[in-house]
């Protein structure tokens, strides 16, 4: 089993929550993911301070990392830096590679910006974006999981009517699914969905996982994630992929499991959920997370012991 923690839309400005952030970092170091990704929105706007706040935050890691940008993250209120040099201050304080790419055992992660200078909140896979998918995924052997992130979502989140997704959806998804793409990872709508692209394109054969993960660590929810935050824990199985939905309790002060979703691996072969085999995955599965998310508790509570103040007794 290899794991991915799937947080979002940082804001690393006004809007930013400096406890949940540390909060992210206690669950990563319990959880120990494989890899985190970052799906964009590391700023509110683009000052250095912020982006050297993200910077922090993000070293408070201890596991390989694949950040990219969002719309948020290309310079709004400078138009010379929005057109000549849109990534250069997320390039220079975030991550220099325009296309990260993390592959290790049975898992591979590839970033692409959709980020665009002519759209203020739209985003775009163009062909160059398209070219590195090819690149990347379709030599990969096919145990592989292939898992794609961009910023920009590839289905409306339910609430958002026909609210505009990434341009040219189909043909990304088209040219993804020749490299048997397993999931997308996405935030910009700032709340969590979880599907698969033949809800909205049922041209496609099997499909392809949808993961969206709302605002983990700023003010900015919207519909029923209005006011809260989330991420997403996904685990890659040897032949099913299982996604939980983490959203913050504020009378609990952490992040707790809402919903759990399965589904089977593109493999060669017969495209279905071995229930059976599943379940006893699924049971081992929550035995690990239950002692997670015990360890994660006890953290908190001698943290916030810690803070107490101690009384010097009376003479």
């Avoid at 189909?170 to 709508?189: F, N, P, R, T, Y």
């Avoid at 229930?275 to 509570?301: D, H, N, R």
């Amino acid at each position: 089993m290899q794991t991915i923690l799937h947080v979002s839309d940082i804001h690393a400005g006004h809007p930013f929550r400096p406890d949940l952030a540390e909060l992210v970092h206690l669950e990563a170091n319990e959880l120990n993911p494989d890899v985190v990704v970052v799906s964009g929105d590391l700023v509110q706007h683009e000052y250095v301070d912020q982006y050297q706040r993200a910077r922090r935050w993000l070293d408070g890691f201890k596991q390989p990392l694949i950040v990219i940008p969002g719309n948020h993250d290309v310079p709004f209120r400078n138009p010379i830096d929005r057109f000549l040099r849109p990534m250069e201050k997320f390039r220079r304080y975030i991550e220099p590679d325009p296309n990260p790419f993390f592959y290790q055992g049975d898992l591979a992660v590839l970033g692409l910006n959709s980020t665009r200078s002519f759209t203020i909140k739209g985003g775009k896979l163009g062909e160059q974006e398209l070219k590195v998918v090819r690149e990347r995924m379709k030599p990969l052997p096919p145990q592989v999981c292939r898992v794609i992130t961009a910023h920009h979502h590839f289905a409306p989140p339910p609430g958002f009517g026909s609210q505009s997704v990434i341009a040219d959806a189909k043909h990304a998804i088209h040219v993804m699914e020749e490299c048997d793409v397993d999931l997308i990872l996405s935030g910009h709508m700032h709340v969590a969905y979880i599907g698969n692209t033949l809800d909205f394109y049922p041209m496609s054969k099997r499909g392809i996982i949808i993961v969206q993960s709302g605002t983990t660590t700023s003010a900015r929810g919207k519909q029923r994630e209005k006011g809260k935050n989330s991420f997403n824990v996904i685990r890659v199985h040897e032949r099913h992929i299982s996604i939980t939905h983490h959203l913050y309790n504020s009378e609990r002060k952490r992040f707790l499991p809402m919903s759990r979703h399965l589904f089977p691996r593109r493999l060669p072969g017969e495209y279905y959920l071995r229930l059976e085999e599943t379940a006893a995955t699924e049971a081992a599965t929550s035995v690990m997370e239950k002692q997670v998310q015990v360890e994660v508790q006890q953290k908190i509570e001698a943290k916030n012991q810690a803070k107490i103040p101690t009384v010097a007794a009376s003479e």
